[in-house]
C-alpha cells in the first residue's frame, strides 16, 4: 500500500494492526508518498490520521497487488535481489528455504567496495551473521514480517568487507542464524534467510569522510545529489540554508571521527532537533537518512556532533526528487 498527506500540516500517522501485532509508521505532507508492505496471510486494521490538518489536508491511501512476476534477480518468490538497482550491479545471492539454518555462495571479488544487504523473517528471535571465508564481518537482528526487495535489507558497506581478499579472487560468502547468546539456532522452523551482494555505485561523492552515491533509492522514489555541505576538518557543526525548490528533498548525515567516550549527533531544522539522530559508546562515525525537505521550504539546517572529539570531519547531502 502507499498513503499520503497532501496538505501542510503535521505528519500522518499510519496505525496497523494484524496478526504481528500493532505499529505505528509516520509519514510525510507534501504528497510524498510513504510505501508499507502488507503480508497476504493475514488481516489488516489500517487507520490514517493527521492530528494537526491544514485547511488543504486531505489523506489518501491505496492498495496493490503485488505482480506474480518478480523484477529479474534471485527470487524464492517472496524475496528478490534485483539485477540491477540504479548503477549498482547484483554480484551475488542466496535465498533459504524455511528452517534453513546457513545460505552461502561463491562470489568474486571486484575492484571497489562492495555492499551486503541481508535479511531474514519468520523468527524475530535469530540474529543475523554474516562470514566471508569463516570470519564474522557484521551481524544483525531478524524480523517475524517477511519483506520483498532485498536491496532494501540491511545494508553493511565498505572495501574492509573483503580486505583480505584480492580482485579477481573467489570467496565464499555465508549467512547463518544464530541466537541472542551467538549460539546455532536450535528451532529455525519457520526462518527464512537472504543474503545478496551489490557492486557500489558508479558515481559517487565524498561527504563527511564518506563516500555516497550521488543517486539513491527511498521510500519508492529515486534521488540524485543536488548539492554537498563539507566541514572542515575538527569542525563539529555545518549549517547551511537551502533555497526553495519544486522537488521533493531528502538530507544525508554523514560523519567520521575518533573519541574518548559517548558522542551525539543530530540535525536540527530551523533550530529544532529532528528525527535523525545517533548514539554511539565510541567513534561517532556513522550516516543517517532521511531527513525530508518539501517543495517550497527553505529551512536552515544544522548537523551537530557532541562529545569528547579528538577528530571529526562532519558533513551533509542534499538530494531531489527525479520523479
Known amino acids: 500500500m502507499d498513503w499520503c498527506d497532501t496538505g501542510a500540516g503535521d505528519r ?6 494484524d496478526n504481528l501485532g500493532s505499529r505505528a509508521e509516520h509519514g510525510f505532507t507534501g504528497a510524498f508518498a510513504r510505501y508499507s508492505l502488507l503480508a497476504g496471510d493475514a488481516t489488516h486494521d489500517l487507520r490514517l490520521t493527521d492530528q494537526d490538518p491544514s ?6 491511501m491505496a492498495i496493490y497487488q503485488l505482480v506474480d512476476a518478480p523484477p529479474p534477480g534471485v527470487t524464492n518468490g517472496t524475496v528478490t535481489f534485483r539485477d540491477r538497482v540504479l548503477d549498482r550491479r547484483l554480484l551475488g545471492a542466496a535465498i533459504g528455504d524455511p528452517g534453513q539454518r546457513l545460505v552461502s555462495f561463491e562470489l568474486t571479488v571486484p575492484r571497489g567496495p562492495v555492499s551486503f544487504h541481508t535479511g531474514c523473517y519468520g523468527d524475530g528471535r535469530a540474529v543475523m551473521d554474516v562470514r566471508v571465508e569463516g570470519e564474522s564481518v557484521a551481524g544483525l537482528g531478524c524480523a517475524k514480517q517477511s519483506f520483498y526487495d532485498g536491496y532494501l535489507g540491511s545494508e553493511s558497506s565498505g572495501r574492509g568487507l573483503l580486505a583480505d581478499a584480492p580482485p579477481g579472487s573467489t570467496v565464499t560468502v555465508t549467512l547463518q542464524a544464530r541466537d541472542a547468546d551467538d549460539e546455532p ?58 533555497s526553495a525548490s519544486d522537488r521533493t528533498r531528502i538530507v544525508t548525515t554523514a560523519v567520521t571521527g575518533k573519541s574518548q567516550g559517548r558522542t551525539r549527533s543530530f540535525l536540527t531544522v530551523d533550530g529544532r532537533r529532528g528525527d535523525s539522530r545517533n548514539v554511539s559508546a565510541g567513534d561517532p562515525t556513522s550516516t543517517g537518512c532521511c531527513l525530508v525537505v518539501q517543495p517550497g521550504e527553505t529551512p536552515r539546517l544544522t548537523f551537530v556532533v557532541r562529545g569528547q572529539l579528538d577528530s571529526v570531519v562532519a558533513g551533509l547531502l542534499i538530494s531531489r526528487s527525479v520523479d
Open 55 to 60: 485547511a488543504d489536508s486531505q489523506l489518501a
Open 185 to 242: 539456532l536450535t528451532d529455525a522452523s519457520g526462518l527464512v534467510l537472504a543474503l545478496g551482494v551489490y557492486s557500489q555505485p558508479e558515481r559517487t561523492v565524498e561527504v563527511g569522510g564518506w563516500t555516497l552515491p550521488t543517486s539513491q533509492e527511498w521510500q519508492g522514489h529515486e534521488f540524485v545529489e543536488e548539492s554537498t555541505v563539507r566541514g572542515r576538518p575538527g569542525q563539529s557543526e555545518v549549517t547551511t540554508r537551502l
Open 12 to 17: 500522518p500517522t499510519l496505525r496497523l494492526r
